[in-house]
């Protein structure tokens, strides 16, 4: 069986992405996306929860100001999200807001905030629903989770390289097993406890003015604020929906207008409400078991159900929810790779992340999000207290910038969108929200981790400059050569002859630059003058992440790309040389223009084909790794075909 027949049976056929069939078959209705996005933060209703909740230590009487805080901030920053999603329909997340309302380098730092978030969102799920699993297991077996954690995280990599719509469908049944078991034993677990509802406010209250006289309404503030930053984790999912609204279905903002609110309501009531259960349970962590698991057993014990169907019923709810992580964990692939490929689009990362799969998806982002997150897994050993403070800052710092974004966006238009004050209003009120737990948590966790969190995203963003200087450069030296080529005079001819497909014929693989093709162009009438009869001109374009983003965003690329061909071939008409194009678009440019130069060596059996590559005085691991080697992977294919190609080098 060949490489590609193997390909194709572990990851499916090959997609078109010109067909409009495909894309919408690969996009996301309201309640998949709620699935595959919004259920990052509904996931962490299993860690969340617990991590504020023993912040509280013997103070457990605050679980009741958490219930309420997590719900309305749910709320608060959802709001400001439909705002976003409104705003930039083709997705970009909290990248995109802070990049074009506040500035390119405000943008760098929220995209690698993001980054980094989405690879510990990977991590975090694993590593929790894993920890969920052996909560139904004997202390002895805690030494097996890491294995199963790096094992999990592979098989979601596997999965992503399918196809997102794929591996959501799979995870359906799961995600659906969460919302019913959580569902029951909270409402199940409030109704039984009823009876102390009533008494729970005042007494609430009662034991805050305790503490308050014991110690000070300082320390009763920040006792309250560092539980409630802890759980923080809880509002994750909510950027995962506008970072990915170009995957959703028409119409857009709609679709992800409904999907953040399924979103936010699932996780206001199932967050708040297992806090709520651990309040009314008086749940006490137990050593090799998560504060989810003491609670729901203890609920479960109340029905009554006997000695095989309870813990069945325990077992069920926790490998559900083990599930849903793994779902959550699944929109660290989904969301990250997006995040890459916009930044690529910018030149802060490598351009093959913006490069699309014959399965359309990034399987670059794919593969460097999954890689990286089992780098994480086996340094923090899978321990997911560790792994909540290095996730929360990043969260909210990305929160921040995209909340600021909006705020200086409805300042700006103050004048001309009558609804400037209300929008201005929600948005101050989210960003206050979210600096206060940034800071909070930033200043309590970070000699307890945090400072690896800036660690790591002050190297991506230096690295990220590094590159982006790199490709300015580039860019620069380029049109430099444009330049030259551009003063490149029309000839007078009016007439041009015919093709005529028996003679010699040079054909000339060319791109977005005129001066590579006038190089290769001028390089061989040169050095074999009167030689050939046809020049031919051939390029293929990528179908690229922002490509795809939307159909407008195609027929662009399609426009752009007829007029760079007619350019040369008028060029070449002007001097009285017969001349043609071919035009292909696809996802593998190496793989559409092995095929577009087999078709012309068809129409025109006596061809040569050139190409110009830039080459550099001082190339380097960065250099290779941020240029592809198109040109000479090209010509290996097209020699193994008994095609020949010369590569002209040009120099910058």
């Not at 912040?55 to 439909?82: D, K, Q």
């Not at 995600?175 to 009823?194: E, P, R």
């Not at 340094?379 to 929360?392: A, E, K, R, T």
């Not at 005079?489 to 015919?498: D, K, Q, V």
């Amino acid at each position: 069986m060949s490489p590609t027949k193997v390909r194709e049976f572990l990851l499916g056929e090959p997609l078109d992405p010109l067909r409009q069939e495909t894309r919408q078959s690969i996009a996301l209705v309201a309640f998949l996306a709620w699935v595959g996005l919004g259920a990052d933060g509904l996931s962490s209703s299993a860690y969340g929860p617990e991590q504020a909740f023993r912040a509280l230590g013997t103070h457990t009487h605050f679980g009741l100001y958490l219930a309420l805080a997590t719900a309305v901030t749910v709320f608060l920053i959802g709001l400001g999200y439909n705002q976003i999603i409104e705003l930039f329909p083709t997705g970009g997340g909290g990248y995109r807001v802070a990049t074009s309302l506040i500035g390119p380098y405000a943008g760098l730092v929220a995209g690698a905030a993001l980054i980094v978030d989405y690879v510990l969102t990977i991590a975090i799920s694993i590593a929790s629903g894993v920890d969920a699993l052996f909560s139904l297991l004997p202390l002895s077996a805690q030494h097996d989770k890491l294995g199963l954690e790096l094992g999990v995280t592979v098989a979601l990599i596997f999965m992503n390289l399918r196809g997102a719509k794929e591996s959501i469908k799979i995870l359906l049944p799961i995600f659906l097993g969460f919302v019913i078991t959580h569902l029951v034993m909270i409402v199940f677990g409030i109704w039984f406890n009823a009876q102390g509802l009533p008494a729970l406010v005042p007494d609430t209250v009662r034991e805050t003015h305790a503490l308050a006289h014991e110690t000070s309404w300082v320390f009763v503030a920040a006792l309250f604020l560092r539980a409630y930053s802890l759980g923080g984790g809880t509002y994750t999912g909510i950027e995962a929906v506008s970072n990915n609204v170009q995957s959703l279905a028409e119409p857009r903002v709609r679709t992800g207008k409904l999907t953040m609110l399924y979103m936010a309501v699932s996780l206001a009531f199932t967050a708040g409400g297992i806090i709520l259960l651990y309040l009314l349970w008086n749940a006490v962590p137990e050593e090799g078991k998560t504060l989810n698991a003491v609670a729901f057993r203890q609920v479960i014990d109340a029905l009554g159900l006997g000695e095989n169907a309870g813990p069945a019923l325990l077992t069920a709810t926790l490998a559900f929810e083990a599930g849903l992580l793994l779902v959550a964990a699944n929109t660290g692939l989904l969301g990250g790779p997006s995040v890459l490929a916009n930044m690529a689009v910018d030149s802060w990362v490598p351009h093959k992340f913006r490069y699309l799969s014959t399965r359309l998806v990034t399987q670059n982002g794919i593969m460097l999000m999954g890689g990286a997150a089992l780098a994480i897994l086996i340094w923090s050993h899978g321990q997911v207290d560790l792994l909540v403070v290095l996730y929360s800052i990043n969260v909210f710092l990305t929160f921040s910038l995209s909340l600021a974004g909006l705020c200086t966006y409805w300042v700006r238009h103050r004048r001309t969108d009558a609804r400037w004050l209300g929008r201005l209003v929600l948005s101050g009120l989210g960003l206050s929200v979210a600096l206060g737990i940034l800071f909070v948590t930033l200043v309590a966790k970070f000699n307890e981790g945090g400072w690896i969190t800036v660690l790591i995203t002050g190297l991506v963003v230096s690295l990220c400059l590094l590159i982006r200087r790199h490709y300015t450069e580039t860019r620069q030296k380029l049109g430099g050569i444009d330049a030259v080529f551009a003063h490149q005079p029309y000839g007078s001819e009016t007439e041009y002859p015919p093709l005529r497909p028996e003679c010699a014929t040079a054909v000339f693989v060319v791109g977005s630059s005129r001066g590579g093709g006038l190089h290769a162009l001028l390089w061989v009438q040169r050095m074999f003058p009167n030689h050939f009869q046809n020049f031919i001109f051939v390029n293929a374009r990528t179908v690229d992440a922002q490509a795809y983003g939307g159909a407008e965003s195609m027929e662009v690329m399609r426009t752009d790309a007829t007029v760079s061909l007619s350019f040369f071939v008028n060029f070449c008409h002007s001097y009285g040389l017969a001349s043609r194009s071919y035009l292909a678009f696809g996802t593998d440019p190496v793989l559409e223009l092995t095929e577009l130069c087999d078709q012309v060596r068809n129409d025109f059996p006596n061809v040569i084909f050139f190409t110009s590559k830039l080459i550099s005085e001082k190339e380097n691991f960065l250099t290779r790794l941020l240029h592809n080697q198109g040109a000479t992977a090209l010509q290996r294919r097209l020699h193994l075909n008994g095609m020949q190609m010369v590569i002209l080098p040009m120099k910058i």
